[in-house]
C-alpha cells in the first residue's frame, strides 16, 4: 500500500501520483479521473477518453493521407451488387 501525503500548492491542497501508479494504470499528465467518496474512503477513476478518427491521425505525416492510385481506382469502380 502507498501512502500519500496532502500538501498545499498557492491554494490548492494537492497528492501526488507516483509514476509507477500512472505507468500500471495507463494514465498521463492531463489524464481525467472521476473523484468520489465510497464508504468515507477517496475513490479515484480514470474517465476513458473517447478517441475520435481526427484524434488518430492527428500526428500522421499529411503525404500518407494522400490517395493513392489504386485508392483513386477503387473509389471510382462500380458497384457490383447492393452497395449503396
Do not use: F
Not at 24 to 32: D, E, F, Q
Not at 48 to 74: I, Y
Request: glycine share 8%; hydrophobic share 40%.
Amino acid at each position: 500500500m502507498t501512502q500519500l501525503a496532502i500538501r498545499q500548492s498557492g491554494g490548492a491542497n494537492i497528492i501526488s501520483l507516483p509514476k509507477a501508479i500512472l505507468k500500471t494504470l495507463g494514465l498521463h499528465v492531463g489524464s481525467t479521473l472521476e473523484l468520489s467518496i465510497v464508504d468515507c474512503k477517496i475513490v479515484l477513476t480514470p474517465l476513458v477518453e473517447k478517441q475520435t478518427l481526427e484524434d488518430l491521425l492527428a500526428g500522421t505525416p499529411q503525404e500518407k493521407l494522400q490517395l493513392t492510385e489504386e485508392d483513386h481506382e477503387w473509389l471510382n469502380l462500380k458497384s457490383s451488387g447492393r452497395e449503396i
